[in-house]
């Protein structure tokens, strides 16, 4: 007795076969050469399905990694300009510096003096309004990642290793470093 004799049959379902030729039919347990091919059938399609699910992941990787790039350009764009403008920060505040205090108080230099302090201002603005930040460095230890030691001095009074005075100023543009700070660092007295 075959799986067709033993099913109920519907008057519907007779309907709807009624016009489909009698080979097209299931004509009740498959074959070992039907069951080999819907095993591979099923193979195939499970494969498929990873294909699929392995193409979905690289796309969405690949999206990701487009993102954080433009994400990154977005940040980090301004990077080679302001290392340009570093060296301009640097200047002006090398002039500020050299400013001697009994021409500060001068009349004829004071307004002088005030523009190229506010120009110094500006400078610092723009830079924190960028993400530029300035690099601690007096007082620290010495920090590879963000100090770069051009000598050692010989201190009783700081510990070695520690920054005791800072040639140049350091940067970060967000979480980057721009421009390492130029270091003197304290060494054991001889």
């Given at each position: ?7 109920p ?12 030729p ?49 994400a ?40 002088l ?43 009783a ?11 140049q ?22």
């Open positions: 007795m075959s799986d067709n004799e033993t099913r049959h519907d008057a519907e379902v007779e309907a709807e076969l009624a016009g489909v009698d080979d097209l039919k299931d004509q009740g347990a498959p074959s070992a050469d039907h069951a080999a091919e819907l095993a591979a059938l099923r193979e195939s399609l499970e494969v498929a399905k990873q294909d699929v699910l392995y193409a979905k992941a690289e796309t969405q990787n690949v999206r990701r990694r487009m993102e954080k790039d433009i990154d350009g977005r940040a980090y764009a301004a990077t080679s300009f302001a290392r340009d403008i570093l060296s301009v920060a640097d200047n002006l505040a090398r002039a500020l510096e050299s400013i001697p205090a009994d021409l500060r108080e001068d009349e004829k230099f004071k307004n003096v005030t523009g190229l302090e506010a120009t110094g201002r500006e400078i610092e603005k723009v830079f924190g309004n960028h993400g530029i930040s300035r690099i601690a460095a007096r007082g620290l230890p010495l920090d590879p990642h963000q100090h770069q030691a051009m000598m050692e001095v010989p201190s009074e700081h510990e070695p290793g520690t920054v005791v005075q800072e040639l100023a350091g940067y970060t543009i967000k979480d980057r470093l721009l421009r390492p700070a130029m270091v003197v660092v304290a060494k054991k007295p001889d």
